[in-house]
């Protein structure tokens, strides 16, 4: 399943498929109207202090990598993270928006990495974790 990233700015096109946003805050002047959005993800952008701090360091990628990678792994990325998962499995092409002017070292980029395989999910997150879930509710429906 292809995996985009694009600037939320840019404009919405028939190939980018579902339409993701992977951003806490809202883009700036960005109409809700104009985004052409599937979902907004909240809770898979990093959080404010690892954002203000990659900011002020641009060249610690590895380093923010690391970081965001242990966040998602957390409970509050779990719910959306799954979600993420579920999309990429359902639809034929993904676009994850973000508005950083970055456009090699940010958020979505992580996020494509860890949809493609490229980087091994958080613990106890993944198309693995969602297949034991539905599992483990079904086994308790059957009781």
Do not use: C, I
Not at 21 to 45: F, I, N, S, T, Y
């Amino acid at each position: 399943m292809p995996v985009a990233v694009k600037r939320v700015y840019e404009a919405a096109s028939r190939s980018d498929g579902a339409r993701v946003l992977v951003d806490r805050l809202w883009p700036r002047g960005l109409r809700k109207a104009d985004a052409d959005l599937e979902e907004w993800l909240r809770d898979l952008a990093p959080s404010d202090a690892l954002r203000k701090w990659f900011h002020e360091r641009p060249r610690q990628w590895a380093l923010f990598r690391k970081r965001y990678l242990k966040e998602l792994a957390g409970a509050e990325a779990e719910k959306d993270l799954q979600k993420l998962y579920t999309l990429a499995h359902k639809k034929k092409r993904l676009t994850l928006l973000y508005a950083s002017k970055n456009e090699t070292h940010n958020n979505a980029v992580v996020l494509k990495d860890l949809l493609e395989g490229m980087r091994k999910p958080p613990t106890g997150t993944g198309p693995g974790a969602l297949r034991s879930l539905r599992m483990r509710d079904a086994a308790v429906r059957r009781r």
